[in-house]
Every structure is written in structure tokens, then in C-alpha cells.
């Protein structure tokens, strides 16, 4: 597809990203102003930076929801993966049909319904067995575990489809147990595509505001439990600092990646050539 | 031989040859076990709720298995919640109106999509790389933010109203937070990278020649579009749409923050039965209800996943 652009695509594209992105330049040009009352500018200040990093609050709820999503990105991309394996890899067994509605459904289950049904879950376990006494850190990285690990099967599921067989095979031919081969040769070719999904865990789980609120108890305050529980009420200076900060390290972040993969990407097409 | 030699050995190589032996087993049963347990439990956990009664108590609600009789449990099926949904009408309305949002917003994501995502596969080399970097990109950045951001914008002393302000176009500030308008720009906005992503795998695949030899033909390229482009681009359509449809139906944050309680729609609903009302059955029987209204859409694009895996 070569063709030049018409003025229509052309002006949609225009449209389409001045859209995407004023408000986030917006947002990000009002942590920068003096004036408490936004969206008054009075002049260039980085004051709400400063009172941004002297609170206690947005410290804990920062730290709690990196643990949170580290541990359960971890473990979502261990049982994302094996998942991936199993619908990929592994013929027919029995519930299979059960197992791919399983992990597809999150993918686009509304939240609030995730966030209710596990909530009631962690309550009558509670009834049963008098476990867990406290909702909080633990029963939001299981919940954050359970809906991440569908994100994670669905990429190590496309990656295994992607990928031709022969070389597992041929470690099969020569006598290489099934386990040899699963952690000798398929892991590693899935490094990349488990690597993205402990990303994208990662950000899910440190984004999520619905579910954690569900079954999150007093005294377990995530960040986006603690942004909204402030906006709510209106603009605050301080949460725009915030969304400067997360934002501006998440697009360099996405741009080191996208840069290192297009490099690759040109390096794997030159040694074709060759 | 190699069997009966692990059964022996030392603990480490029993262990092994345990994994060894039952691998399969492992790697369909353990992540089997985790979504069996925290995810098609609870939702029985749901519908066994809503079909409880409402008590005022910890937790709110009556048992479904009646034991206070002695012997055999009584079942106490209570269906009162749901002829409470429908002799209501602000359910019904809510229903409604979160599907009328959902659809608008869908099809003003198609629209606006379509053509960006178009446009990104006939750009080559970099440029078409960082154009897709900035679908991403939103992806990666909080939801709740991005949200955030529309109230500053909407706001009576926001963007739009300084804008329109300073043009004279009006002598006094719109209201438009806390309005549906506000609602469906939010959603659109959060929702667009859905639509815009599948849209791109789809047309990234897609063999340009038909549409050349349409146009070689003498097809203009309006009726080409229509006739070639359009319908070899209807699976991307149908992901696209789905993946922005279903959650858009049960969205609670953008209600919540840009329609500030003015804007009924089911998620904030379900959300305030249960923490402001705390009616928990009731939240249930809305949990219930507004799965069994998104088990077609979601089964839809189950199927067109299925087949796009198998391509």
C-alpha cells in the first residue's frame, strides 16, 4: 500500500491524534500553574510538585501499588503462560471449552461485575473458614493475579501460534523429555512475549481502580484508589504533578521499548537479506 | 525403567519425575484450578446472592440453605429482587440508557477510528511505527488520568468555555461537565485505542491487490471502498466494535467523574446499590442481569478471536 493519502485521511489522522493528545498536554500544562483554582492559569510554578512529594499518603499508596502489581504481574505471567501452553500446545482435554471461555471472559468483562463477584468470593470463603480475616493487599493481588493472567494466555497465545514446531520437535526426535524441552527451548523462544505481558500485568494490575476497591479493606489505599478519592470532589493541582509524572516515565518507557524492537526489527531484516 | 529408578531416588529427582510424569497435567491444571476458584466460583457466589433476601446485618443478606429447621436445608429461592428490577423503572431506564450510550459511543469510535487506522497501515516505514507507538501509548497510561484530564477541559472555567469565551461565540460559560455530553466524549476518548488496534491488525493483513484491481477495472474509489475495502475489513469492524461496546455498557468511572450522577447508566448503579444502599442482593440480581445482556456480544467476539487465532 503505497499510494499517497488523500486530504481526508490526512485531516481525520490530525483530528484523530490532536484528540488522543491535547488532553494529556493539557493536563500536563496545569501541574506546571501557580493558581490552586484550576483551570485559572496564574503563572508557571512547580509548587504542586513540591507539596506532591512531602505527602505521606501518596507515598504508601504509591508503594502498595507497586508491590501489588510486581508480585501479581509475576505471578500472572507464570500461570499466563501456562495457560498459553495449554490452549496452544496441549490437544484436547477435557473442559477445554470451559478453560477458553475462562480466560477470554475477563478480557472484556465489565469490572464492576469481576470486582462485585470477587468481593463476595473473599466474603463467604471468610464465612467458611474464617480466612481472610482482613481484605486488602493480599485478596487485591489475587484478584489482580486472576484477571491479568487472561491478558498474559492470550499473548503467549498468539506468540505459540506464530512460531513454528520444528525445533521442538527435533529436540523431541533426539530424545529430549517433554519438561527439557519445555525449559530449554519453548520458555526461552516465549521470552519476549512473557516479558510483555509482565508489562502489561504490570500496568493493569498498577491501573486498576474498580476491582481493588471491591475487595480492598480499610487501611489498604491504592494510588488510583487515593487519585480518585480526591478528584472526586474536583480539580486538584497535585494530582495533575501526579499524572505528569506517571505519564511522561510511562511515554519514555514505550518509546525506549518501541525504539529497541524497531531496531531489531531492522537488524532481523538486514540478516535476511544477507 | 527410568520410572521405577526416579520412584527410588533422591527427593529431587522424584520431584522431577513427578513434573516429568504428569507435565501436561501441570500445565492445563494449575492455571485451570486458579480461574475455577476465583473466577467461575464467585460468579455462583453472585447468582446464588441474587436470589437472596435483604437483611440489615454483616454480612447484608440471608442465607440461601436454611438450617435453622434441623435436618434437611430449606432452599429459600427469593426471586423479589428481580420483579424489583422490573417494576422499577429506573433499572429498566438505566439499562436503556447504558445501551443507547454504549452503541452512540461504539459507533463514534468506529468512525473516528476507521479512518486513523486506515491511514497509520498506508503510511510506511517509522512514521508508521511511531503512529502506532501513539494508539499505544494510552494503553499504557492510567485510565482514571485520562479521564481526569476531560474534567479540567469541561469544566465552566475550563478549555472549551475559555475558548469559546474569548471567540464571543458565548457571553457566559455552557455547563458541560457533569452533562451526557460529557459522558460520551469521555468514553469515546478512553475507548478510541480499542477500536483503532484491532482495525490495524486487521487491515495490516489485508492483500492490497483487490483493491487495485477494483480501481484498474474503473471503480471509483468511493464504490471500491464500499465493495472491496469495507467488507474484507469487517472482522477488524466486528473486534473493534465489541471490544469497545461491552465494557463501555458496565463503565463506572466516566459516569461517575464527568456525568456526576446526572447520567444514569448500570455500572455506577450496580456499584452505588452496593456501597451507598448496601443492597448486595440487588447489586447481584444487576450483576446477573447485565451479564446475561453481555453474554451475546461476548460470545461474538470469543468466535471472532477463534478465528483470528486460526488464520
Same mark, same amino acid.
Given at each position: 500500500? +503505497?499510494?499517497?493519502?488523500?486530504?481526508?485521511?490526512?485531516?481525520?489522522?490530525?483530528?484523530?491524534?490532536?484528540?488522543?493528545?491535547?488532553?494529556?498536554?493539557?493536563?500536563?500544562?496545569?501541574?506546571? +500553574?501557580?493558581?490552586p483554582l484550576l483551570p485559572v492559569w496564574g503563572g508557571f510554578s512547580t509548587r504542586w510538585y513540591s507539596r506532591l512529594l512531602e505527602s505521606p499518603e501518596v507515598w504508601d499508596a504509591t508503594l502498595l501499588s507497586l508491590k501489588i502489581a510486581f508480585i501479581s504481574a509475576t505471578v500472572a505471567t507464570v500461570f499466563g503462560t501456562l495457560a498459553g501452553l495449554a490452549l496452544a500446545r496441549v490437544g484436547q482435554f477435557r473442559g477445554k471449552t470451559v478453560f477458553t471461555g475462562m480466560i477470554s471472559a475477563p478480557l472484556v468483562m465489565p469490572e464492576v461485575i469481576t470486582g462485585l463477584s470477587l468481593l463476595l468470593?473473599?466474603?463467604?470463603?471468610?464465612?467458611?473458614?474464617?480466612?481472610?480475616?482482613?481484605?486488602?493487599?493480599?485478596?487485591?493481588?489475587?484478584?489482580?493475579?486472576?484477571?491479568?493472567?487472561?491478558?498474559?494466555?492470550?499473548?503467549?497465545?498468539?506468540?505459540?501460534?506464530?512460531? +513454528?514446531?520444528?525445533l521442538e520437535e527435533a529436540a523431541m526426535d533426539l530424545g529430549a523429555k517433554p519438561l527439557r524441552v519445555l525449559t530449554d527451548i519453548t520458555i526461552p523462544m516465549l521470552a519476549p512475549g512473557m516479558m510483555a505481558g509482565w508489562l502489561l500485568a504490570f500496568t493493569l494490575s498498577l491501573d486498576d481502580l474498580i476491582i481493588a476497591s471491591f475487595v480492598s479493606g480499610p487501611g489498604s489505599t491504592t494510588l488510583p484508589m487515593m487519585i480518585y478519592s480526591r478528584i472526586r470532589l474536583g480539580l486538584k493541582p497535585d494530582i495533575n504533578a501526579l499524572a505528569t509524572i506517571l505519564i511522561v516515565s510511562v511515554a519514555i518507557g514505550v518509546f525506549i521499548a518501541g525504539w529497541i524492537m524497531l531496531r531489531q526489527q531492522k537488524q532481523r531484516a538486514l540478516l535476511a537479506n544477507e | 525403567m527410568a520410572a521405577s529408578d526416579q520412584l527410588t531416588g533422591p527427593w529431587y529427582a522424584r520431584i522431577t519425575g513427578a513434573i516429568h510424569r504428569n507435565l501436561t497435567s501441570l500445565i492445563v491444571g494449575i492455571p485451570f484450578f486458579w480461574l475455577l476458584l476465583f473466577?467461575?466460583?464467585?460468579?455462583?457466589?453472585?447468582?446464588?446472592?441474587?436470589?437472596?433476601?435483604?437483611?440489615?446485618?454483616?454480612?447484608?443478606?440471608?442465607?440461601?440453605?436454611?438450617?435453622?429447621?434441623?435436618?434437611?436445608?430449606?432452599?429459600? #429461592?427469593?426471586?423479589?429482587?428481580?420483579?424489583?428490577?422490573?417494576?422499577?423503572?429506573?433499572?429498566?431506564?438505566?439499562?436503556? /440508557?447504558?445501551?443507547?450510550?454504549?452503541?452512540?459511543?461504539?459507533?463514534?469510535?468506529?468512525?473516528?477510528?476507521?479512518?486513523?487506522?486506515?491511514? #497509520?497501515?498506508?503510511?510506511?516505514?517509522?512514521?508508521?511505527?511511531?503512529?502506532?507507538?501513539?494508539?499505544?501509548?494510552?494503553f499504557w497510561t492510567s485510565f482514571l488520568l485520562r479521564v481526569y484530564?476531560?474534567?479540567?477541559?469541561?469544566?465552566?472555567?475550563?478549555?472549551?468555555?475559555?475558548?469559546?469565551?474569548?471567540?464571543?461565540?458565548?457571553?457566559?460559560?455552557?455547563?458541560?461537565?457533569?452533562?451526557?455530553?460529557?459522558?460520551?466524549?469521555?468514553?469515546?476518548?478512553?475507548?478510541?485505542?480499542?477500536?483503532?488496534?484491532?482495525?490495524?491488525?486487521?487491515?495490516?493483513?489485508?492483500?492490497?491487490?483487490?483493491?487495485?484491481?477494483?480501481?484498474?477495472?474503473?471503480?471509483?474509489?468511493?464504490?471500491?471502498?464500499?465493495?472491496?475495502?469495507?467488507?474484507?475489513?469487517?472482522?477488524?469492524?466486528?473486534?473493534?466494535?465489541?471490544?469497545?461496546? #461491552?465494557?463501555?455498557?458496565?463503565?463506572?468511572?466516566?459516569?461517575?467523574?464527568?456525568?456526576?450522577? /446526572?447520567?444514569?447508566?448500570?455500572?455506577?448503579?450496580?456499584?452505588?446499590?452496593f456501597n451507598a444502599n448496601h443492597d448486595w442482593p440487588v447489586a447481584s440480581a444487576i450483576a446477573v442481569v447485565l451479564l446475561i445482556v453481555l453474554v451475546v456480544p461476548m460470545m461474538l467476539y470469543h468466535k471472532v478471536q477463534a478465528a483470528e487465532a486460526s488464520n
Amino acid at each position: 500500500m +503505497n499510494q499517497k493519502k488523500s486530504k481526508f485521511l490526512i485531516s481525520c489522522m490530525i483530528f484523530g491524534y490532536a484528540f488522543l493528545y491535547v488532553p494529556i498536554f493539557l493536563l500536563i500544562l496545569y501541574s506546571f +500553574n501557580y493558581s490552586p483554582l484550576l483551570p485559572v492559569w496564574g503563572g508557571f510554578s512547580t509548587r504542586w510538585y513540591s507539596r506532591l512529594l512531602e505527602s505521606p499518603e501518596v507515598w504508601d499508596a504509591t508503594l502498595l501499588s507497586l508491590k501489588i502489581a510486581f508480585i501479581s504481574a509475576t505471578v500472572a505471567t507464570v500461570f499466563g503462560t501456562l495457560a498459553g501452553l495449554a490452549l496452544a500446545r496441549v490437544g484436547q482435554f477435557r473442559g477445554k471449552t470451559v478453560f477458553t471461555g475462562m480466560i477470554s471472559a475477563p478480557l472484556v468483562m465489565p469490572e464492576v461485575i469481576t470486582g462485585l463477584s470477587l468481593l463476595l468470593f473473599f466474603i463467604t470463603l471468610w464465612q467458611l473458614t474464617g480466612w481472610p480475616q482482613q481484605r486488602g493487599m493480599f485478596t487485591i493481588t489475587i484478584a489482580h493475579i486472576t484477571f491479568a493472567m487472561a491478558y498474559v494466555a492470550v499473548i503467549i497465545q498468539s506468540r505459540l501460534a506464530g512460531t +513454528n514446531r520444528a525445533l521442538e520437535e527435533a529436540a523431541m526426535d533426539l530424545g529430549a523429555k517433554p519438561l527439557r524441552v519445555l525449559t530449554d527451548i519453548t520458555i526461552p523462544m516465549l521470552a519476549p512475549g512473557m516479558m510483555a505481558g509482565w508489562l502489561l500485568a504490570f500496568t493493569l494490575s498498577l491501573d486498576d481502580l474498580i476491582i481493588a476497591s471491591f475487595v480492598s479493606g480499610p487501611g489498604s489505599t491504592t494510588l488510583p484508589m487515593m487519585i480518585y478519592s480526591r478528584i472526586r470532589l474536583g480539580l486538584k493541582p497535585d494530582i495533575n504533578a501526579l499524572a505528569t509524572i506517571l505519564i511522561v516515565s510511562v511515554a519514555i518507557g514505550v518509546f525506549i521499548a518501541g525504539w529497541i524492537m524497531l531496531r531489531q526489527q531492522k537488524q532481523r531484516a538486514l540478516l535476511a537479506n544477507e | 525403567m527410568a520410572a521405577s529408578d526416579q520412584l527410588t531416588g533422591p527427593w529431587y529427582a522424584r520431584i522431577t519425575g513427578a513434573i516429568h510424569r504428569n507435565l501436561t497435567s501441570l500445565i492445563v491444571g494449575i492455571p485451570f484450578f486458579w480461574l475455577l476458584l476465583f473466577f467461575l466460583v464467585p460468579f455462583f457466589i453472585v447468582l446464588k446472592l441474587s436470589f437472596a433476601e435483604s437483611i440489615i446485618a454483616s454480612p447484608p443478606f440471608t442465607s440461601l440453605l436454611d438450617w435453622s429447621k434441623g435436618g434437611f436445608p430449606e432452599i429459600a #429461592i427469593n426471586t423479589e429482587n428481580y420483579l424489583y428490577l422490573i417494576e422499577d423503572d429506573l433499572y429498566t431506564k438505566t439499562f436503556l /440508557n447504558s445501551l443507547k450510550i454504549a452503541s452512540i459511543c461504539t459507533i463514534i469510535c468506529l468512525l473516528i477510528g476507521y479512518p486513523m487506522a486506515y491511514g #497509520i497501515v498506508r503510511t510506511q516505514g517509522t512514521w508508521r511505527y511511531i503512529f502506532l507507538l501513539l494508539i499505544i501509548l494510552p494503553f499504557w497510561t492510567s485510565f482514571l488520568l485520562r479521564v481526569y484530564a476531560w474534567m479540567g477541559i469541561l469544566a465552566d472555567q475550563g478549555t472549551v468555555n475559555d475558548i469559546l469565551l474569548y471567540l464571543g461565540l458565548i457571553d457566559k460559560p455552557i455547563k458541560l461537565l457533569y452533562k451526557p455530553i460529557a459522558v460520551y466524549i469521555g468514553i469515546v476518548y478512553t475507548y478510541l485505542p480499542f477500536m483503532i488496534l484491532p482495525l490495524y491488525a486487521n487491515m495490516e493483513k489485508l492483500d492490497s491487490s483487490l483493491r487495485e484491481a477494483a480501481m484498474d477495472l474503473g471503480a471509483n474509489p468511493v464504490s471500491t471502498f464500499f465493495t472491496v475495502t469495507l467488507p474484507m475489513t469487517l472482522p477488524g469492524i466486528i473486534a473493534g466494535s465489541l471490544l469497545v461496546f #461491552i465494557p463501555a455498557t458496565g463503565e463506572f468511572v466516566v459516569p461517575d467523574l464527568l456525568g456526576g450522577g /446526572n447520567v444514569l447508566m448500570i455500572g455506577r448503579l450496580l456499584s452505588s446499590e452496593f456501597n451507598a444502599n448496601h443492597d448486595w442482593p440487588v447489586a447481584s440480581a444487576i450483576a446477573v442481569v447485565l451479564l446475561i445482556v453481555l453474554v451475546v456480544p461476548m460470545m461474538l467476539y470469543h468466535k471472532v478471536q477463534a478465528a483470528e487465532a486460526s488464520n
